[in-house]
Structures are given as structure tokens and as C-alpha cells.
């Protein structure tokens, strides 16, 4: 098993950018695929972009439009979530997750951190 810790939310105006960072222990790092989600207060988890393993293969929600690039140092047992062009509804707490498997479904991942506050706002 791994656990997981979100670091670098926080209040940004719209059109500005954020760098999530996920930093993993535990397991060997490379054999989880590692996922974020986001989620506002009386709506469920929304699949926001996973990686596999290797960092080869990249998943993105419908509402990223390009505008985040999901990456990892393999080396660092550190996964990464460049946001661009942050709009108010991007507003969410971001959580990071750890599965065996690429799914973009949050019943797949096992492990979950915290999470961590991103705020869009002027």
C-alpha cells in the first residue's frame, strides 16, 4: 500500500496557474497508477486526470480542455498536476489517489490523501 500527501492549493485568480503536488510513500511508487480528483461541497468526486505507472499513458476529465497536465517523478515518488487558465468553477478541494489500475471512476482508487483547497477567485 502507499500513502499519499497533497501539497500547493491554494487562492489564485482566474486565468492564473497552480502546481498540486502528490508525494507518495510506502509501496514501491512506480507499480501505482495515481489519480486527482476534485470535489465541491454536495456533489461527488469528479475524475480530474490520472497517470499510469510508467507515466506513459495520461488520462483527463471532460472539463480540463488542455488547460492541466498530469505528471510524475518516478524518481521522487512524486506525482503532479499543472492547472492553467484556472476559471472560479475550477474552485474544489483536490484530493490525490492511488490505484493499481487506470480508471477514472473514484471506486477504483484505494488510497486517498487529505486533500488540498484550490480557490478561484478576484
Known amino acids: 500500500q502507499i500513502q499519499v500527501v497533497e501539497s500547493g492549493g491554494g487562492l489564485v485568480q482566474p486565468g492564473g496557474s497552480l502546481r498540486l503536488a502528490c508525494a507518495a510513500s510506502?509501496?514501491?511508487?512506480?507499480?501505482?497508477?495515481l489519480a486527482w480528483f476534485r470535489q465541491v461541497p454536495g456533489k461527488e468526486r469528479e475524475f480530474a486526470a490520472a497517470?499510469?505507472?510508467?507515466?506513459?499513458?495520461?488520462y483527463y476529465g471532460d472539463f480540463v480542455k488542455g488547460r492541466f497536465t498530469i505528471s510524475r517523478d518516478n524518481n521522487k515518488n512524486t506525482m503532479y498536476l499543472q492547472m492553467n487558465s484556472l476559471k472560479p468553477e475550477d474552485t474544489a478541494v483536490y484530493y490525490c489517489?492511488?490505484?493499481?489500475?487506470?480508471?477514472?471512476?473514484?471506486?477504483?482508487?484505494?488510497?486517498w490523501g487529505q486533500g488540498t483547497q484550490v480557490t478561484v477567485s478576484s
Open positions: 489517489a492511488g490505484a493499481r489500475n487506470l480508471d477514472r471512476s473514484y471506486r477504483a482508487y484505494k488510497y
Open positions: 510506502g509501496d514501491t511508487f512506480s507499480n501505482y497508477v
Open positions: 497517470i499510469s505507472g510508467t507515466g506513459l499513458t495520461t
